[in-house]
């Protein structure tokens, strides 16, 4: 077969190509999907190019930093793939009289894939070192655990630390019902942690075990009020905790159910 030129009107469709939304959500598609492999392009182990051009956004351009996770770039890959989608999908019913077939089925499709059944709700993570805390977040009558509700009428400078610190399950119900009280808080859960963050939580998993530094890590926190989940520890795990607050001066403000909460001497 002979080879043919590019010719005026391969140039001109190019070019008019160029200007449509296709091309457009073809050029995200493909953008996002080189950042989302991060600082280097690889397939599997093998590195394929070691400057990627999310390293050098990175390390160049203000901002590009909070952008911390590559992979969150996926999310617009999926986006260009559904628009791309809807656009094919246009193209293929537009002037068709079997349009609302390939509609239906399409949906049917869509439906299909993006399935989940069933769907838990509230779902803990195994117990480990803690229990699972309860998957009812407010009760009945629409109310939150009673102690952050006396943490809402704690004064408004105070900072409040939960105990167990660390548990990815508990933490996450402590940045929950911040909402409840709006103090500052110590509990945090993120795609990253501070080291000092990670310090405060591994002196306070060993209580028990080394009860000095982790009364250190405590006050390190700057933590006026705690609260503790007594809940939340196993086999009677909570005495040593609760033993080792009032012999370092946390005085008992009340006792809510299995929570309890502390004043922390300065």
């Known amino acids: 077969m002979p080879f043919r030129s590019a010719g005026p009107h391969d140039s001109t469709a190019a070019r008019a190509w160029i200007q449509t939304e296709t091309a457009w959500w073809a050029l995200v598609l493909v953008g996002a999907a080189v950042l989302s492999c991060g600082p280097a392009l690889?397939?599997?182990?093998?590195?394929?190019?070691?400057?990627?051009?999310?390293?050098?956004l990175y390390h160049h351009v203000p901002g590009f930093d909070g952008l911390r996770v590559p992979a969150r770039f996926a999310m617009l890959v999926a986006l260009a793939l559904s628009v791309l989608g809807a656009l094919g999908l246009h193209r293929l019913t537009n002037g068709s009289r079997r349009a609302g077939r390939w509609l239906a089925l399409t949906t049917l499709?869509?439906?299909?894939?993006?399935?989940?059944?069933p769907l838990p709700l509230n779902a803990g993570e195994p117990p480990g070192e803690y229990a699972v805390p309860g998957a009812e977040l407010y009760s009945e009558a629409g109310r939150p655990p009673a102690v952050y509700e006396a943490l809402a009428a704690a004064q408004p400078d105070a900072v409040v630390l939960e105990l167990p610190l660390g548990s990815?399950?508990?933490?996450?119900?402590?940045?929950?019902?911040?909402?409840?009280?709006?103090?500052?808080?110590?509990?945090?859960?993120?795609?990253?942690?501070p080291q000092r963050y990670v310090a405060s939580a591994a002196a306070l998993s060993r209580i028990q075990t080394d009860p000095l530094p982790a009364w250190s890590a405590l006050r390190a926190s700057g933590?006026?009020?705690?609260?503790?989940?007594r809940a939340a520890y196993l086999n009677g795990g909570d005495a040593p905790v609760v033993q080792w607050l009032e012999n370092g001066g946390a005085a008992r403000i009340g006792t809510f159910g299995t929570d309890v909460l502390y004043r922390v001497p300065r």
């Open 168 to 193: 990815p399950p508990w933490d996450v119900r402590a940045v929950f019902y911040s909402t409840v009280h709006w103090r500052r808080l110590v509990n945090g859960y993120s795609g990253g942690f």
């Open 109 to 117: 499709l869509v439906l299909a894939e993006g399935g989940a059944a």
């Open 42 to 56: 690889r397939n599997g182990t093998r590195v394929l190019e070691e400057a990627a051009p999310y390293g050098w």
């Open 223 to 229: 933590a006026t009020l705690v609260v503790l989940h």
